[in-house]
């Protein structure tokens, strides 16, 4: 029976370390961190992950904003908000809730938050500065998917990890940050599942990370006895949450596993926090 990850102890840990920082930061600096969200229209999903950003920030101590648009926006005025935001020297971090209308590039959105104020880790610059090794502002989902295989002392190293899912967001800088630990990196989607060989890879795997939004796919019987499996997926179902991975069934089989809820969605919020931690030291180092 797998050992299965307390996301919220790993979670909590983080964001006290956040806090810790910034009780010592702060007397030399006039301006606390500060994190502004902006939404556009309204989405019961978006409000849920605001609130949840909203309760770290209070425990950690960064004052949270909200900016609050109009579906009707254009992408052109969205832009503008956003440059505001980039120039207002009170502000650390900004993040831009999905999901987006319908007209509204989310890459472009991303492209136009200033790299130092990118909350979330997706600004080009950001996502390159993974290859090279010196990204210290890392996409939240993959960050808290190496946050919880370091916590849990996972040797990545040579090690084969399969990767399910290239989103531009989760699985490709994921494959990058696998590959800067010298781990031996697969990344499988629609193509590997059409062409036959996703069960294969899925069976090769030493560690397992599934994020592509599909209740269950993956099924406890593919996977690699003694594997690690990190499930990223949050799906509503019938009485419920579940993840990507059909979890009893994989916990027979993995030696570590991550529930959902309670595994890797805590993470990622502390790593949003961490973030801006880094954004807010960022601009206190620039005074």
């Not at 992408?75 to 935001?85: F, T």
């Not at 579940?242 to 089989?253: H, L, M, T």
């Amino acid at each position: 029976m797998a050992d299965i990850v307390k996301g919220n102890e790993i979670a909590l840990g983080m964001k006290t370390a956040v806090r810790e920082k910034i009780l010592r930061v702060r007397p030399g600096s006039e301006m606390p961190p500060k994190l502004v969200s902006v939404s556009v229209g309204r989405s019961g999903d978006a409000e849920i992950y605001v609130n949840m950003q909203r309760k770290a920030a209070d425990f950690t101590g960064i004052e949270f904003s909200t900016l609050e648009l109009e579906p009707s926006i254009s992408q052109r005025e969205l832009a503008g908000q956003i440059e505001k935001l980039n120039a207002d020297r009170t502000v650390s971090a900004i993040i831009v809730q999905k999901p987006l209308p319908g007209g509204i590039d989310h890459s472009a959105v991303a492209a136009s938050i200033a790299p130092d104020k990118d909350a979330e880790g997706i600004h080009p610059l950001n996502l390159g500065r993974i290859f090279r090794r010196q990204a210290d502002i890392v996409p939240c989902t993959p960050g808290a998917v190496m946050k919880i295989l370091s916590e849990r002392g996972v040797d990545l190293y040579g090690r084969e990890v399969v990767i399910i899912g290239h989103s531009a967001i989760v699985g490709k800088p994921l494959s990058m940050m696998m590959l800067n630990e010298m781990a031996t990196t697969t990344v499988c989607h629609i193509g590997t599942h059409e062409k036959g060989d996703l069960i294969s890879h899925i069976g090769k795997a030493d560690v397992l990370v599934v994020a592509v939004g599909k209740a269950e796919m993956v099924k406890g019987a593919w996977i690699k006895p003694g594997a690690v499996v990190v499930d990223v997926g949050i799906n509503k179902v019938a009485g419920g949450v579940v993840g990507d991975v059909e979890f009893d069934e994989a916990a027979e089989k993995a030696s570590l596993i991550t529930p959902v809820p309670g595994g890797v969605g805590p993470v990622t919020v502390s790593v949003l926090m961490r973030n801006v931690l880094r954004a807010y030291l960022k601009n206190v180092a620039r005074k």
